[in-house]
């Protein structure tokens, strides 16, 4: 963390958001983070989240597949009586854990920053008490 104080001893929060893109990076490489989530899950419209409106489709093609998606669509409403509710409940799941994790982040890079700045007070501290021995 001392990587990140000024010649101040002030806090460079780009050094510090640099620090965490490359833990990421590392962390990654290592294929331990998917890395199309990230953008997903920071982009606005939620389309991370489950959504009980899904669209009926298929990858069949012809006669045959019109008449799987025509079944599909009949069945579906008794299909959604049983997985609107579950879906819907870890619907908000999701989105109350996104939140989470957002202020998790913030709030990780805030206590970091924090005690980087507290290090470098320490820092000038011991130097001013050393300086004031000699």
Known sequence: MSDWATGDGRV??????????????????LG???PELLARL???NHNWNISTDYRIETHRQGLGA?????????VRPWVRLYTD?????QA??????????????RELVRLQVEVAALR???KALQKEKESGRG
Do not use: F, T
């Not at 509710?85 to 409940?89: A, F, N, Q």
């Open 12 to 29: 460079d929060v780009a050094a510090v958001m640099n620090g965490i893109r490359e833990k990421i990076r590392g962390r990654r490489d």
């Open 32 to 34: 331990l983070y998917d």
């Open 42 to 44: 920071m982009a606005d």
């Open 66 to 74: 019109r008449a799987v998606v025509k079944l599909k669509q009949l």
């Open 85 to 89: 509710h579950p879906l819907s409940r």
């Open 92 to 105: 908000q799941i999701n989105l109350y854990l996104h939140y989470l994790g957002h202020n998790l982040v």
């Open 120 to 122: 470098n007070q320490v």
